[in-house]
Every structure is written in structure tokens, then in C-alpha cells.
């Protein structure tokens, strides 16, 4: 049985993937560095030192580590004042119904500053009982770190967690810790390939009494439908 869930926050609870990518690229042009596209679209499901490592290999940055997420949570922080946030539907009608059949977590890339903000803003940082960012593992997904990290928090074993994603990258971490995952749609906008979750559902309305059930039951297996 299911006893607990892990969910994404970028793309899955809330729709700030481009600005993500956009906080990202505004910090770096203040260093007179351009983001490629193909940069932009990585930043897109992977952790932030996936993200710094690649960025420093295709072109130095002049920032630390520290200073680009900190630089780069500035930016959005700025962005979110400016364009609003939103929240993905079905978001937290979901989140309460996991946290009533257990402990709810959320595992991010993101850094812990831009995850505090953007759940307090969402009106979900007190349904969870444990926040897991890019601070808090050594590898980002698609390894299986932030997952793990957060079913040790939970108190439960990562075969009794179901995790719940929009990216690619995600979801591979998702598998890697030995969870059963949903994927999302509508926070996907890049069209990432979903197909190895258990289940693929449009919104999170569709994470219902039925459908949790139902996994909870089920053995995992790749294109569950």
C-alpha cells in the first residue's frame, strides 16, 4: 500500500518553468553571458547543479554556484511580482487529498529560497510536511537523490511513496528511488516525453479518491493506463 506522496513543484504543482529558465538567463546576462535555447530547455526538470554544471561547461558565467541561485532567485521573485503566479489546476484540491490518506512532501531542483516563495505564494507550503531542494542532495534529478531524501524525511520506504511529475527528468528520478509515479500534462509544456510513469493523467483534478486507489493496489509497471 501507498502510504505517502512526493510531488514535484515546478511544471507539476505550478507553471513557472519559463520563468525558471528566463530568472536563469536574465542573472546571466548581467554578466554579459547570453542562455542558448538549448540551455533553457534544459533547465526544464533538472536540479540547479545540473543546470550550473552544464551552464559553466558550454561557457563560464563568472557566478559561484551560490551566487547564480541566488541571483537568479532575485529574478524571479521579480518576475512572479510582475506577472502573477499561477497555480496548475487541480492543484490544491490535490494536494489536500494525498495529505489525507498520509504525508505529502514536494521535491524540487529548485533552490530553497525560490521554493519557499513560490509555495507560500501557491497558498500549499503548510500542507507539506517536508521540503526537499537543491540544497539538500548532491545530484539533482534524474538521479533518484531528492526522492530518497524525501521519503528518509517522511519516515516511509520509497516502495510506498507515490511520486507525482512532469518531466522527463523527473519521472526517471522518481523510478531510479523504486516509487510508483503520475505524470501531469498540464504543466508539460514542452512536450516531454512521460511514457515511463506508471499513469499519465491530464491535471491534477484527475488525481482522484478512485484513480489513488487504484495505484495504491496496483504493482508498478512501465504504461500503466
Known amino acids: 500500500m501507498l502510504r505517502a506522496t512526493l510531488i514535484d513543484l515546478d511544471g507539476t504543482l505550478v507553471d513557472t518553468e519559463r520563468e525558471n529558465a528566463e530568472s536563469v538567463a536574465r542573472a546571466l546576462s548581467r554578466h554579459g553571458r547570453p542562455m542558448s535555447e538549448r540551455e533553457r530547455a534544459f533547465v526544464v526538470g533538472h536540479g540547479w547543479r545540473e543546470i550550473y554544471s552544464l551552464i559553466e561547461h558550454n561557457q563560464p558565467s563568472g557566478f559561484s554556484f551560490a551566487e547564480l541561485l541566488s541571483a537568479a532567485a532575485a529574478e524571479k521573485a521579480d518576475l512572479l511580482r510582475a506577472q502573477g503566479?499561477?497555480?496548475l489546476p487541480g492543484a490544491r484540491e490535490?494536494?489536500?487529498r494525498l495529505a489525507a490518506r498520509g504525508p505529502v512532501g514536494c521535491v524540487t531542483g529548485s533552490s530553497r529560497e525560490e521554493a519557499e516563495l513560490v509555495l507560500e505564494l501557491a497558498g500549499l507550503r503548510a500542507l507539506l510536511d517536508c521540503l526537499i531542494t537543491t540544497e539538500d542532495v548532491a545530484?539533482?534529478?534524474p538521479q533518484p537523490d531528492g526522492?530518497?531524501?524525501g521519503a528518509e524525511r517522511l519516515g516511509v520506504e520509497p516502495a510506498r511513496c507515490l511520486a507525482v511529475e512532469d518531466s522527463q527528468a523527473g519521472i526517471a528520478a522518481a523510478r531510479?528511488?523504486?516509487m510508483r509515479c503520475v505524470a501531469v500534462q498540464a504543466g508539460n509544456f514542452l512536450g516531454q516525453d512521460q511514457t515511463a510513469a506508471d499513469l499519465i493523467v491530464p491535471t491534477l483534478h484527475d488525481l482522484?479518491?478512485?484513480l489513488l486507489d487504484r495505484l495504491a493496489l496496483a504493482p508498478a509497471r512501465r504504461?500503466?493506463?
Open 85 to 87: 503566479l499561477r497555480v
Open 94 to 96: 490535490a494536494t489536500l
Open 139 to 141: 545530484c539533482g534529478k
Open 147 to 149: 526522492f530518497l531524501k
Open 176 to 178: 531510479a528511488a523504486g
Open 208 to 210: 482522484d479518491e478512485a
Open 223 to 225: 504504461g500503466m493506463e
